[in-house]
């Protein structure tokens, strides 16, 4: 498919998504969500891609909705179209997703942010939940994912202020994982996304899946999610290769089996 929002590559077992609509600083549109999905599926069928980033440019990760395409919604259209649902994509992907910040991660381009498994910001990332500004508030996730991420008192802050939130305060807060000059976000991004592609996918994917059981249920019921799952691993090819290659003193080759 040819893509006008949004380019599409593949670094070895790294697929990399840039979110390219500098006009409207990578402002979140249905034909930019569409083309994101269809990479995004794309690359999770594909059995060569092991870990997928997604990045803006320097100046701009996401600068939220589009407001010039939503503004004229009405609450029957929203409503009856279900809008926003289709973006969360992302957060249904089974294989590991990274975003990789710089610039304005606003909106409903700091939801997306949140919606992958974790961020590396350059340190010029600016985040913000600015949507009270305009009437509105967050609908992609951003009252919850925030407040699950950075805890009440902040979430409450940037969502009813609307106030910019730096790349240093937001490693603080846990918001991003690491904080890198942003001449080298991009590579430190491929460098952890490689890294993780060269494990064994679906170990990597299992690992995924349980982290994730955090956000959605009780600690005793997490701890049992993670036991069932950790013994699961051990019907597996992967873990026996990945032991015996320690035990060895060599470089495991996993197979994905
Ligand atoms: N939607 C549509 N267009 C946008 C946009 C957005 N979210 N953000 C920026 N643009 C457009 C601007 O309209 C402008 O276009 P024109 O040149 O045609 O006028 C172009 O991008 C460049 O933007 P600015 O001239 O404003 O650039 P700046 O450097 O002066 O300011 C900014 C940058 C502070 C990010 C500013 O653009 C801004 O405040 N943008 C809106 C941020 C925002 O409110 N995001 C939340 C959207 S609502 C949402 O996301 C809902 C949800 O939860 C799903």
């Known amino acids: 498919m040819g893509y006008e929002n949004i380019r599409v590559e ?3 077992k790294v697929g990399l998504i840039t979110l390219d609509r500098p006009s409207a600083l990578n402002a979140l549109n249905s034909a930019l969500i569409d083309e994101l999905n269809t990479a995004l599926s794309g690359f999770e069928t594909d059995e060569r891609i092991g870990c997928t980033v997604i990045t ?8 939220g909705a589009d407001i010039k395409e939503m503004g004229s919604l009405d609450y029957m259209e929203a409503y009856l179209s279900d809008f926003i649902t289709s973006w969360e994509q992302v957060s249904r992907t089974r294989k590991p997703v990274i975003a990789a910040v710089a610039g304005y991660a ?4 700091c ?9 590396i910001a350059a340190d010029t990332a600016k985040f913000g939940q600015p949507e009270i500004t305009l009437g509105v508030m967050p609908g992609a996730g951003g009252t919850q994912r925030l407040t699950r991420f950075v805890g009440k008192s902040k979430a409450m802050d940037m969502c009813l202020t609307g106030r910019m939130m730096e790349a240093e305060e937001a490693e603080r807060c846990g918001l991003v994982s690491r904080v890198v000059p942003a001449d080298e976000l991009l590579e430190e991004a491929l460098k952890a996304a490689e890294k993780i592609a060269d494990f064994s996918l679906p170990i990597a994917m299992m690992t995924k899946e349980s982290v994730n059981r955090a956000y959605e249920t009780t600690m005793s019921e ?3 999610f993670e036991r069932r ?5 051990f019907a597996t090819e992967d873990q026996k290769e990945g032991m015996s290659a320690f035990a060895e ?7 994905n089996k």
């Open 56 to 63: 803006g440019s320097e100046k701009a990760f996401a600068a």
């Open 111 to 119: 939801e997306l942010a949140m919606m992958c498994d974790f961020i």
């Open 106 to 109: 606003l909106g409903g381009g």
């Open 229 to 233: 799952v950790f013994h699961s691993m």
């Open 222 to 224: 997490g701890i049992r």
């Open 249 to 255: 003193k060599r470089k495991p080759q996993f197979n």
């Open 10 to 12: 593949t670094r070895g």
